[in-house]
């Protein structure tokens, strides 16, 4: 099976998503508190989104990530506000894994190479969003007809090997991953994939898991997991709620 990774994302020192317990009560908005919640329901790793990072460019809950750390024994992927070697030196003296940067390899690719030569290639991901069959970026051009075909081909040639990719088909409030599209891309992009956007069924699960051999190895799930939309966590809430030994404990 490929690995499932809870996502985490932290807006002014809050969680963004809290959880939904079976008796209907609502967990903390506390980061830290939800991060031992997802490591006691045995997640193997953690993928974090400093949401102030994205809108200023600069990482601004790194404290939060850094207490996160220190408290876990799983590794941290961090994404949000990482444009800059700074702020990559930042994540990592917090002891991050791996940090993800997007728009710093579209707008900036000479600090993106920077970043990657400085870490390896192990621990630098680049990430890319479709949305309707169209590229979403942050980072405005000039040229609008940006292919996901050549930012690929860009970033293998410069030593890139991970990507976080999300392709998904917006019908008003319904979101869907683009299985066809993602499906193609995965057959031809020859990196490894971690693949985040719109899974919010164990079909929709199921679906992406047909496509390891392709190179998708992970896949991200934020809202839905929140939501208790997978029946397996059924059993991992009734541990955490009655402090069954069957998890890990943090």
């Not at 942050?138 to 930012?151: G, L, P, S």
């Amino acid at each position: 099976m490929i690995l499932v990774v809870p996502a985490l994302r932290i807006k002014k020192g809050k969680c963004v998503y809290r959880i939904k317990y079976l008796d209907g009560t609502v967990c903390s908005d506390d980061p830290v508190e939800m991060a031992k919640i997802w490591r006691r329901e045995n997640a193997k790793s953690l993928h974090i989104t400093d949401v102030d990072g994205i809108e200023t460019g600069e990482l601004k809950n790194i404290d939060i990530v850094k207490e996160i750390i220190s408290i876990l024994d799983i590794p941290i992927e961090l994404g949000g506000g990482i444009r800059s070697l700074e702020q990559a030196e930042k994540a990592f003296d917090a002891g991050v894994h791996r940090i993800l940067i997007g728009s710093t390899f579209l707008d900036k690719p000479t600090v993106a190479v920077q970043i990657l030569k400085r870490f390896g290639s192990n621990r630098v991901a680049i990430g890319i969003s479709i949305q309707n069959n169209q590229f979403i970026s942050n980072v405005t051009f000039k040229n609008q007809d940006i292919r996901k075909e050549n930012v690929i081909q860009n970033a293998r040639y410069l030593g890139f090997t991970r990507l976080i990719y999300r392709d998904v088909i917006v019908d008003g409030e319904n979101v869907k991953p683009n299985f066809d599209g993602i499906a193609d891309f995965a057959k031809h992009s020859g990196m490894k994939i971690t693949y985040t956007g719109g899974i919010t069924t164990v079909e929709d699960l199921l679906k992406i898991q047909e496509l390891k051999d392709q190179g998708i190895d992970s896949v991200i799930i934020g809202k839905a997991l929140y939501e208790n939309k997978f029946p397996c966590q059924n059993i991992w809430r009734i541990c955490e709620f009655y402090n069954y030994p069957h998890t890990a404990r943090v």
